[in-house]
C-alpha cells in the first residue's frame, strides 16, 4: 500500500489538497480531523463535561464512529448516522479542538481505526500527527503550511462565499487560537517530512507538487502496493 501523510495547521488548505491528490492518484482521501469532531459531537450530545478527561474516556467504548465513502466522498458516521454536515460547527471545532483531542484515550481509540483505514486501501490522510504516529512509515510525508494572516484570510473568504458575516481580525484571532490549542501536535514534525508553504502558491501549484513527489516515489517503489 502507498500512503500520504499531509499534516500541518488549521486552515493550510490540507483537506482540499489531499482531495485533489485522492482524486487523482486514484487513493482513498482520509480527513482524520472528522473522527476527532464525531467524538466531540457525541460528547456533547450526550452532555459529557468536555473538560473532564476521565468522563470522557469513560465513554469511549460507547462511540462507534466511521467512514464511507461513496461518490461525494467521506461521509462521517456517528452510529450509523451521517453527521458529516453537523461536525463542521464552531462548537465542534472548538470542542474538538480545545478539549478532546488532548485526552491519551482518545487519540489512542482513533490509532488503530486511522492505521486500519491505511492498510486497507492506498490513502491520503490528513490531520496533525500522520506522519508521526499514524504512519511512520508513510512513502510520503508533507507538512503543509501556510502564514497565520494567508490561512484567515481564505477562512474569511470561505465564510463570506458561504454567506456568513465574517471579520477578518475576528478570523485571525480564531487561527491563532487553534494553532496554539493544536501546538502540541503540530510541534512534532516528522524529520523525513517534505515542508511545503502554500503562502506564496496557489492550491494548483501545490497539488502539483506533491503529485511530483508522489509519483516520482511511486516509481522509486516499483509502482504503487
Ligand atoms: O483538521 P480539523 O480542523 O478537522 O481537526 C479538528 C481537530 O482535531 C483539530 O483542532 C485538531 C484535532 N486533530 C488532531 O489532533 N489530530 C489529527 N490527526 C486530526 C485532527
Known amino acids: 500500500m502507498f500512503a500520504i501523510a499531509i499534516d500541518g495547521p488549521a486552515g493550510a488548505g490540507k483537506s482540499s489538497v489531499a482531495k485533489a491528490l485522492a482524486k487523482a492518484l486514484g487513493f482513498a482521501y482520509v480527513d482524520t480531523g472528522a473522527l476527532y469532531r464525531a467524538i466531540a459531537l457525541f460528547m456533547i450530545e450526550n452532555q459529557v463535561d468536555l473538560t473532564d478527561p476521565e468522563a470522557v474516556s469513560a465513554r469511549l467504548p460507547q462511540v462507534e464512529v466511521g467512514l464511507e465513502y461513496g461518490p461525494e466522498g467521506q461521509r462521517t458516521l456517528l452510529a450509523g448516522r451521517d453527521v458529516s454536515q453537523d461536525i463542521r460547527t464552531q462548537e465542534v471545532s472548538m470542542a474538538a479542538s480545545r478539549w478532546v483531542a488532548h485526552i491519551p484515550r482518545v487519540r489512542a481509540f482513533l490509532l488503530d481505526l486511522q492505521r486500519d483505514l491505511a492498510r486497507r486501501a492506498d490513502v491520503v490522510m490528513d490531520g496533525r500527527d500522520i506522519g508521526t504516529v ?31 458575516a465574517a471579520d477578518f481580525d ?12 493544536d501546538a502540541a501536535q503540530l510541534e512534532a514534525v ?10 506564496e502558491l496557489s492550491f494548483e501549484q501545490v497539488v502539483e507538487k506533491i503529485l511530483e513527489l508522489a509519483r516520482a516515489r511511486m516509481d522509486g517503489a516499483g509502482g504503487k502496493g
Do not use: H, Y
Open 134 to 164: 499514524i504512519l511512520p512509515g508513510a512513502q510520503l510525508k508533507v507538512f503543509l503550511t501556510a502564514s497565520a494572516e494567508e490561512r484567515a484570510r481564505r477562512r474569511t473568504l470561505q465564510l463570506d462565499a458561504a454567506g456568513e
Open 170 to 181: 475576528q478570523v485571525l484571532r480564531e487561527v491563532a487560537q487553534r494553532d496554539r490549542q
Open 190 to 199: 516528522p524529520p523525513d517530512a517534505v515542508r511545503l508553504d502554500a503562502t
